[in-house]
């Protein structure tokens, strides 16, 4: 008997995918990732986001693409050092490159949500300590002025930063991101003015549509940890990860009072900083000793992270009960290479969130075709649609086009889980 079983989509779920500027554009050696792709060994396969999926050049066939298979929301970046290429020096070209390719979605009849900050830095930003200083905040800010009302009368939804915590724990904690760094006050400092700049660009969005309606967040990566085994050491460690990673951040952006370690006051006044809750989910952490564990006997993915579909849904009653707005799935989506188990694994996750208790509105899937994916190169395949980088190919899979069908009926019939899901790996 199959473990897969039909079931219908709610008729107010949006499914679309998701891209970030660094990820699939090519072309730009301004950004803080080339620079760091630069020395040998930063990057898996020693390959730079130069190269990419050259979609500065082909948007218009990614976007056809994209339409073909039904995808009708799409989110995606906005690439800082394209626009402010030096300090102060706003480039109109590019922005006006952003619009045209906005504009095509649109007539694609494609709905935008704009990311303004997807982990990367212009150079001359980096090269002045990126958000270890409180002028990060100055400068953020400029640029995000700068791009919405640019935007303000073709979008209507922005994310402002995304997943803090993720870069500021690769860059400061790990070191294995930009700028390389080992230390854990760093971190916290990062995380505080990641916030600042949040706080701040959700106001003057704000400010800047006046009366129209614009929805502003964050996409905030949550992870669900659970202690290796049963002892209660563990569990402790597990309280003060999941806190010191995750919690201590989302009630610092969501609600403008920092909490500890971040800071204590609230700069700007407490209130209510988000319009949705934006989550990204990919996978659970086992820790045991401060650290992650494998458990033996679950599904991992190409890259080795658990697959725990469960965890979508436990973070999102989470969530919900203590932001309580429409909740945005911002990213969800898994590396693998043979596509074997990628139909499945949208399967699972879209199941934890139909059950019609939460306002789920939208789930944007990771991604739409392998890109640039930061330390792993061009090596780790999470597209819906595989890219041969040599050759620029775009290739749906078979995943991709489950998605699509999904997307076209808005349900799973017993006709897809025999075409797409039955010979999945349990
Ligand atoms: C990031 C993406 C990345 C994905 C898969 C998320 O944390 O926002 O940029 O490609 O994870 O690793």
């Not at 980096?126 to 800010?141: C, I, K, L, P």
């Not at 919405?148 to 803090?164: A, F, G, K, M, R």
């Not at 209510?272 to 564990?293: A, L």
Request: proline share 5%; aromatic share 14%.
């Amino acid at each position: 008997m199959s473990r897969f079983v039909p079931f219908s989509l709610p008729d107010n779920l949006k499914l679309g995918c998701a891209t970030a500027a660094t990820q699939i554009e090519g072309g730009d050696k301004n950004n803080s990732w080339y620079a760091w792709s630069q020395t040998k060994g930063h990057i898996k396969d020693g390959s730079s986001p130069f190269r990419a999926n050259q979609h500065w050049q082909l948007y218009d066939e990614d976007l056809q693409l994209m339409s073909e298979m039904g995808i009708r929301d799409y989110r995606f970046g906005i690439e800082w050092s394209r626009i402010e290429p030096s300090e102060g020096v706003f480039d109109d070209k590019a922005m006006g490159h952003y619009r045209a390719e906005i504009l095509r979605m649109i007539q694609y009849g494609i709905h935008p949500l704009v990311t303004l900050h997807h982990f990367s830095n212009p150079i001359w930003f980096e090269e002045m300590g990126a958000f270890e200083t409180r002028e990060s905040v100055g400068f953020f800010r400029r640029y995000a002025a700068y791009v919405v009302s640019h935007l303000s009368d073709l979008c209507t939804d922005y994310v402002t930063i995304n997943e803090p915590n993720v870069y500021a724990v690769n860059g400061y904690v790990f070191g294995s991101w930009p700028p390389g760094e080992k230390s854990l006050l760093m971190s916290f400092k990062v995380m505080k003015n990641l916030t600042l700049c949040h706080l701040h660009a959700y106001r003057d969005i704000h400010a800047l549509y006046g009366a129209k309606v614009v929805r502003v967040g964050f996409a905030n990566h949550l992870r669900v940890f659970i202690p290796y085994g049963k002892n209660p050491v563990y569990a402790c460690q597990v309280l003060i990860m999941k806190y010191l990673f995750q919690g201590a951040l989302t009630k610092s952006m969501s609600t403008g009072k920092f909490a500890f370690p971040i800071g204590c006051t609230a700069p700007l006044g407490k209130g209510r900083y988000y319009d949705y809750i934006g989550i990204n989910y990919y996978s659970r952490s086992v820790i045991k000793n401060f650290k992650e564990r494998d458990l033996p006997d679950r599904i991992k993915n190409d890259l080795g992270w658990d697959i725990y579909p469960e965890g979508l849904s436990i973070l999102c009653n989470e969530q919900y009960k203590k932001y309580q707005a429409p909740i945005w799935i911002t990213e969800n989506g898994t590396c693998d290479k043979e596509d074997q188990f990628r139909s499945a694994y949208i399967y699972d996750h879209l199941r934890q969130i139909t059950d019609g208790k939460l306002p789920v509105e939208r789930y944007y899937h990771w991604t739409f075709m392998d890109n640039f994916e930061w330390a792993e190169g061009e090596s780790a395949p999470f597209g819906l649609v595989k890219c041969d980088f040599e050759t620029q190919e775009r290739t749906v899979r078979r995943s991709g086009r489950f998605y699509s069908e999904l997307i076209c009926r808005q349900k799973v019939t017993p006709d897809m889980i025999e075409l797409y899901l039955n010979d999945s790996p349990t």
